[in-house]
């Protein structure tokens, strides 16, 4: 079938003017266009110059035919638009995968779970033939989105360690990950080299794994710590001050904080300096992830531990595109990216 031209438009450069300019044959054109390989160097340089000057654009759907690739990732975010939207971990997450997408000229496609009736729309997106492999991340306990990217055969790369059963013995599963637990120990660690005694911390949800490594890492130091001292949060700043405020009720006599993100310390923050309780004088806080909108900003500003949010997404990225390059590239591996401590004026 012949693509229809708009009327008075100039012709659009095809594969054939391509290989005409260059002097090749239309299969090496084609090689070259679609990044096939078995093409002399000086070959590929005169087809990519005669793309260059006619302003040849590949038709994706005939790519899609030859090289069985869309050239499109899907991105699922186990979380709704109001908190991908308004939290910066999430941008500087996506901005890292993105931009390693974009260099291996892959697009990003972003997909949202805002409940369980969402999770039809995506397996379906999934299982379609649009995308080429799936990064997932900010899932929760039981989640079914792994399971469905591996019913359809889509490779994939997970943000966080992975919880359900059996997961660790699964020699295939990719993940990356922040060293959480060891972020966490590192922030009471810092609390306690000051001297406070009655460390309190806020957790994330407790249906993740990055929720449940950090307060690991905070029992690791206080095994005998007051189960009063922990209080659940969501990692958002309202979760975050909702939870400072129930453990002022619980222990009035707290002297540290350990919040389990910056958004939540933020909170926190807030209803500490509503409490009259000054930071760090009264209250020594410590937040974690190091968000370059938050940290920084805070009154007083936040130490925190951080974890390389962007380079997380980058890797994702990274590793995803390694399985899609096919069975002579590097194996399954997985991530854990170190954290380290960023002192600044609230511990």
Request: hydrophobic share 40%; aromatic share 4%.
């Amino acid at each position: 079938m012949t693509e229809q031209q708009p009327v008075g438009a100039l012709p659009r450069p095809t594969l054939e003017s391509v290989a005409e300019r260059a002097g090749v044959s239309r299969a090496t054109a084609s090689r070259v266009v679609n990044g096939g390989e078995g093409v002399r160097e000086s070959l590929r340089a005169r087809v990519q110059q005669a793309v260059d000057e006619l302003g040849y654009v590949p038709n994706l759907a005939a790519r899609t035919l030859v090289t069985r690739r869309n050239g499109a990732v899907a991105v699922v975010v186990a979380e709704p638009e109001s908190r991908l939207f308004s939290d910066p971990f999430f941008a500087q997450h996506l901005r890292g995968i993105s931009r390693e997408l974009s260099a291996a000229d892959n697009q990003m496609v972003l997909l949202l779970v805002e409940d369980q009736h969402d999770y039809e729309r995506v397996g379906r997106y999934l299982a379609g033939g649009h995308v080429d492999g799936a990064l997932l991340f900010s899932l929760h306990h039981s989640d079914p989105l792994p399971e469905m990217a591996r019913r359809v055969g889509l490779p994939t790369v997970i943000g966080g360690r992975p919880g359900w059963p059996g997961a660790e013995a699964d020699r295939e599963l990719v993940y990356v990950d922040s060293d959480n637990r060891g972020g966490a120990r590192l922030a009471v660690q810092h609390l306690r080299s000051l001297g406070r005694t009655r460390i309190a911390t806020i957790t994330g949800p407790l249906d993740q794994t990055s929720s449940i490594d950090r307060l690991d890492g905070y029992r690791d130091l206080l095994p005998d710590g007051d189960p009063e001292l922990i209080a659940e949060g969501d990692f958002t700043a309202d979760g975050g001050g909702r939870a400072m405020a129930r453990l002022l009720a619980r222990r009035p006599a707290l002297d540290a904080v350990f919040a389990a993100s910056d958004a939540m310390a933020s909170g926190a923050l807030r209803v500490l300096r509503e409490a009259g309780r000054r930071v760090p004088e009264d209250v020594a806080m410590v937040g974690f992830d190091d968000v370059e909108s938050i940290a920084a900003w805070t009154d007083p500003p936040l130490t925190t531990v951080r974890q390389d949010i962007e380079e997380m997404g980058r890797l994702m990225a990274r590793l995803l595109l390694r399985r899609l390059a096919g069975p002579g590239g590097p194996g399954p591996t997985s991530i854990i990216i170190p954290t380290t401590l960023v002192r600044r004026a609230s511990a």
